[in-house]
């Protein structure tokens, strides 16, 4: 049976798209088997999903408001 690829959840504030989506192939390339997957949207849309439970594994917004608002969450 084949190993399962490891996979990155990436949630990323929509006026990151470019850079964030040139970082992930690059961070794919430098890491085969992993697979960057990506949710770009508004940072305050981004931090209401996350605050429902949504699995995510790097959260960058922004500003720094809804930063804050997560991490007192």
């Excluded at 959840?9 to 992930?24: H, N, P």
């Excluded at 209401?48 to 790097?58: H, K, L, M, N, S």
């Amino acid at each position: 049976m084949p190993a399962k690829a490891a996979s990155l959840t990436v949630f990323a504030a929509a006026s990151l798209t470019d850079a964030f989506t040139e970082i992930g192939a690059a961070y794919e390339v430098a890491n085969p088997g992993m697979r960057v997957m990506f949710s770009f949207a508004g940072s305050q849309t981004l931090r209401t999903q996350i605050e429902a439970g949504a699995a995510v594994d790097v959260f960058a917004s922004a500003n720094s408001n809804e930063m804050d608002a997560l991490g007192t969450a």
